[in-house]
T-cell receptor, first 117, second 108 residues
């Protein structure tokens, strides 16, 4: 159980375009999902917390107008990187908490590697 | 602020035991997680400690001392597939803060 999927797994885009990444909880409901970014040989950095039916909470230094997050249902959150630039190239990973599980363990998706040319 | 330290790299022989230490200084604490991450993949959950003591799960064990701000992950009977990065993460409220990860290389 507790499987999280992400789509696409890899994306290459031109500078200035927008890219949408989907995160789905496949076998459970997730009231809270998280979006992380990981640069090579660095650890995961939390970008934002996504709550179903409400606005996302962004970490300090993360531009909310550039990284649009929508959590429209209990099983789907999307991250849209708007006007992507080469410095946005990174590994984007989402995670989800199983609703009702008391340890609040975060289960991670397989990640999306974004390359901006 | 959050400060989570773990060694950068460790190397061990197949069949051996390796202990990965993690020390933390965080503004709050609601539990400590260990994750395994293979290159280019997402982290997978290994263990969770919220109370002091040892949690054992097959070949993997994790220990926590809250008063010392210290945890370790013990990997026994190492296998080649255990070569990966191991991430220590502290939860504060509902957020996780990760250490930089320890890359473990298992040699034959």
């Amino acid at each position: 159980g507790a499987v999280v999927s992400q789509h696409p797994s890899r994306v290459i885009c031109k500078s200035g375009t927008s890219v949408k990444i989907e995160c789905r909880s496949l076998d459970f409901q997730a009231t809270t999902m998280f979006w992380y970014r990981q640069f090579p040989k660095q650890s995961l950095m939390l970008m934002a917390t996504s709550n179903e039916g409400s606005k996302a909470t962004y970490e300090q230094g993360v531009e909310k107008d550039k990284f649009l997050i929508n959590h429209a249902s209990l099983t789907l959150s999307t991250l849209t990187v708007t006007s992507a630039h080469p410095e946005d190239s990174s590994f984007y990973i989402c995670s989800a908490i199983v609703a009702g599980e008391n340890t609040d363990t975060q289960y991670f998706g397989p990640g999306t590697r974004l390359t901006v040319l | 602020g959050q400060n989570i330290d773990q060694p950068t790299e460790m190397t061990a022989t197949e069949g051996a035991i390796v202990q990965i230490n993690c020390t933390y200084q965080t503004s709050g604490f609601n539990g400590l997680f260990w994750y395994q991450q293979h290159a280019g993949e997402a982290p997978t959950f290994l263990s969770y400690n919220v109370l002091d003591g040892l949690e054992e799960k097959g070949r993997f064990s994790s220990f926590l001392s809250r008063s010392k701000g210290y945890s370790y992950l013990l990997l026994k009977e190492l296998q080649m597939k255990d070569s990966a990065s191991y991430l220590c993460a502290v939860r504060n409220d509902y957020k996780l803060s990760f250490g930089a990860g320890t890359t473990v290389t298992v040699r034959a």
